[in-house]
């Protein structure tokens, strides 16, 4: 089974309006909610696959009974620990920019913290965990640390999206894919990353530091995966961006699908990248058709 772990999980509340006006009263035109978080997305997208996964994380509140009432609603399982402080709302504001203001999440007590690494205790080397996003400010630093720890300790495979410290921290650990985009790349090892020609040998750095593989999205200039035996790079399709939100876990989610499913690894990678862009192609999350559409042009070759 894929578990998807989400600790700080919001719903994401979306006006649109044609411009904001500071200090008066500003009218939407269209408003949207929507759970939001880095490893439910992952599940959302699983689902669109009709792959089955189980989200993970905490809930509370009137927003944490309307997250999970939706993600029900779609046939994803869910399994959360419900805490006592409401589910944080984050609010985007669009116009002719992009505002976001999000908030600073619930309070974790050490009880909640405990029943989480309990769950994390029961996977298997049957199951693989996805952890995504960042960790609200009331857990340790070490707490993707600790999980990991956990979870690979029981023979779990273990997929992590993060930033900094948050994903260094796991590299001893073997997880078997990380994705940082080229920023983030870039801020791990204090450098600015261009090209996939300049993220080559910092992704291969993490390769040597303990990741499996490790998959680099490079914006307009497609992506790259690295693993110990082979370099791949791939292209973009064609396409008008809409939005990143997601994109990133959607080429997570791509990836896993395919790879649990024992494709080829560059066919894993090339569903990846085709899974992402679909994503950022699309008002929200990608659909099947798009994601159909757009693999036949993403070229992949090897380095």
Do not use: W
Not at 65 to 78: F, M, P, Q, W
Not at 224 to 252: E, F, H, Q, R
Not at 264 to 282: H, Q
Request: hydrophobic share 40%.
């Amino acid at each position: 089974m894929i578990y998807t772990l989400t600790l700080n999980p919001s719903l994401d509340y979306i006006l649109e309006l044609d411009q904001i006006k500071l200090g008066e009263l500003n009218r939407s035109e269209i408003d949207h909610k929507f759970p939001g978080g880095k490893g439910i997305n992952v599940s959302q997208v699983l689902n669109t696959l009709n792959v089955n996964s189980t989200t993970l994380g905490f809930l509370g509140g009137f927003t944490g009974a309307y997250i999970e009432k939706h993600l029900t609603s779609l046939g994803i399982t869910t399994d959360f620990i419900t805490i006592e402080e409401d589910t944080r709302i984050n609010v985007k504001l669009k116009s002719h920019l992009e505002t976001e203001i999000n908030a600073k999440g619930p309070q974790i007590t050490t009880e909640n913290f405990t029943d989480l690494k309990s769950k994390m205790g029961q996977l298997s080397e049957q199951d693989t965990l996805v952890l995504a996003g960042s960790i609200p400010s009331s857990l340790p630093s070490t707490t993707y640390e600790e999980l990991v720890k956990i979870v690979t300790k029981n023979g779990a495979d273990v997929l992590v999206d993060a930033e900094g410290d948050l994903l260094k921290r796991v590299l001893p650990f073997r997880p078997l894919l990380i994705k940082p985009n080229q920023h983030e790349l870039g801020g791990l090892f204090n450098t600015t990353i261009g090209t996939g020609a300049d993220a080559i040998p910092y992704a291969k750095k993490l390769i040597a530091q303990g990741a499996q593989h490790v998959i680099v999205s490079l914006a307009g200039d497609g992506a790259i995966l690295v693993s110990k035996d082979v370099t791949l790079m791939a292209n973009v399709p064609k396409g008008i961006v809409k939005g990143s939100v997601g994109a990133g876990d959607s080429m997570v989610a791509g990836f896993i699908s395919q790879y649990q499913q024992g494709q080829p690894l560059d066919e894993a990678f090339r569903f990846s990248v085709a899974t992402g862009s679909a994503t950022a192609f699309s008002y929200g999350l990608c659909t099947k058709e798009k994601i159909d559409q757009l693999l036949p042009e993403i070229m992949i070759k090897k380095v």
